[in-house]
């Protein structure tokens, strides 16, 4: 896969927290901080890479959302404890 590449840099705890983060969704740090920044994570290249039935897609949208909403649960309990 050709592209370039982005660097950033985080302190040690910010980088902590996305390594935890990206371990509970169980996806590598790089997949899980490109599809926060809402790009496709390098899992496959596209739509087309993917087949499943439907009732599998169903499920995996259940548990997307469900993860949605305790990372955002998560992230405002942890912005309570900062203020």
């Known amino acids: 896969m050709a592209g370039a590449t982005v660097t950033f840099h985080v302190d040690e705890s910010e980088r902590a927290e996305l390594v935890a983060r990206a371990a509970r969704e169980k996806v ?14 390098q899992g496959s290249q596209t739509d087309a890479d993917v087949e499943m039935d439907a009732g599998h897609e ?24 900062r203020a």
């Open 58 to 81: 169903q499920s995996l949208r259940r548990q997307i959302a469900d993860h949605e909403l305790r990372l955002q649960a998560l992230e405002a309990n942890s912005a309570l404890g």
């Open 28 to 41: 590598n740090l790089s997949d899980y901080i490109r599809v926060r920044l809402g790009l496709r994570a």
